[in-house]
């Protein structure tokens, strides 16, 4: 099976900012990423300004510094986050507005990358720390709001960590997260076999161990959890093999999914894992995660953190729980009529 680069989405580029170097480095990332999507001199000067402007924050008011993360959204989107452990904005109406207080600026820094981007989310909290999200259009239109977003970091430029989301059929949604053994380059091509495995038939679960573990012989292996959303049904459908962690998150309760030992590709014959079936309410929001993160996250530790975008979130608890031995992957998923 060749690779199908359309199935799995680009991992983030992680810049850590720690001198005005490291901005210009954002900055011209942008800049290729937009060319790259095939954006006009315009597209290119609105991603270079949100680069610039949130890699300067963190300069200016983030101490110890943060990291910028960049990845393209095809066809036609690029997506920049800056993430810090700072001192947290006091008056986040007031940034925004372009009224802060700014010894060290002008004080508009966050209101003119917002109007550079095309969707534009701040999540900020005393003394630790903000990430702000400014997603850039190349045709110069509003973003919609989403609601299925990740953060995926490899320990090299070639990450074993992949996820996507597809459509299914009408009114479902099925999200994957794919851990290829180890990281690297043999670790990614693990990743892109099960992942085009998964875009060939995104609600196909009882058949998907069988299908992956066939092709998938020959990598180095993988392991997986996949979900299929279906809010007609109020039903979320899951196959989780291996450590990839997933919990559903429901007006402050927590239901774990099960996960079946095992791996995709090393064995001639398939895990033995059984879809599991959990409750998809209004409401609802999924967090899946690689092991390239601690396997326990303190949700009851972000109030209001899931009312925010999903990349939003997901940069959150990639910060406060990426052990930074491994690739590491987080995905956070609402139910699409969320209240």
Same mark, same amino acid.
């Given at each position: ?73 095809p066809p036609g989107q690029v997506e920049i986050l800056a993430v810090d452990r700072g001192p947290g904005i006091r008056d986040l109406e007031a940034a925004l507005d372009g009224r802060s207080p700014a010894p060290k600026g002008l004080g508009c820094g966050l209101r003119s990358a917002a109007r550079a981007s ?49 459509? !299914?059929?009408?009114? $479902?949604? &099925? @999200? =994957?997260? +794919?851990?290829?053994?180890?990281? #690297?380059?043999?670790?990614?091509? *693990? ?24 092709? !998938?012989?020959?990598? $180095?292996? &993988? @392991? =997986?959890? +996949?979900?299929?959303?279906?809010? #007609?049904?109020?039903?979320?459908? *899951? ?101």
């Amino acid at each position: 099976m060749s690779h199908r680069a359309a199935v799995r989405f680009a991992p983030h580029r992680q810049i850590v900012v720690t001198d005005d170097a490291a901005v210009g480095e954002a900055r011209r990332t942008a800049n290729r990423l937009v060319g790259a999507l095939g954006g006009d001199e315009k597209a290119v000067t609105r991603a270079e300004l949100v680069a610039t402007e949130l890699g300067t924050n963190l300069l200016r008011h983030a101490e110890p510094g943060g990291w910028i993360l960049l990845r393209p959204v095809p066809p036609g989107q690029v997506e920049i986050l800056a993430v810090d452990r700072g001192p947290g904005i006091r008056d986040l109406e007031a940034a925004l507005d372009g009224r802060s207080p700014a010894p060290k600026g002008l004080g508009c820094g966050l209101r003119s990358a917002a109007r550079a981007s095309g969707l534009f989310d701040v999540w900020t909290s005393a003394g630790a720390g903000t990430v702000a999200l400014g997603v850039v259009d190349l045709g110069g239109s509003p973003v919609e709001r989403r609601t299925c977003a990740g953060v995926c970091v490899g320990l090299s430029e070639v990450s074993g960590d992949g996820w996507s989301v597809r459509g !299914a059929d009408v009114g $479902r949604e &099925a @999200v =994957a997260v +794919v851990d290829g053994v180890g990281h #690297g380059p043999a670790a990614s091509a *693990a990743a892109d076999v099960v992942l085009d495995v998964f875009g060939d038939d995104p609600a196909g679960l009882t058949s998907l161990a069988a299908r992956a573990n066939e092709l !998938a012989r020959g990598t $180095r292996g &993988a @392991v =997986a959890t +996949v979900c299929v959303l279906d809010p #007609g049904a109020d039903t979320l459908s *899951a196959l989780a093999i291996g450590n990839v962690s997933g919990r559903v998150l429901v007006d402050g309760a927590e239901k774990g999914v099960v996960t079946f030992s095992g791996s995709l590709g090393l064995s001639a014959r398939p895990p033995s894992a059984r879809v599991q079936q959990y409750p998809w309410p209004r409401g609802a929001t999924l967090v899946l995660w690689s092991d390239g993160l601690r396997s326990r996250l303190e949700f009851d530790r972000y109030p209001g953190l899931f009312d925010h975008d999903p990349a939003v979130a997901a940069a959150v608890l990639h910060r406060d729980y990426a052990r930074g031995t491994d690739d590491a992957t987080v995905v956070v998923a609402r139910r699409r009529d969320r209240r």
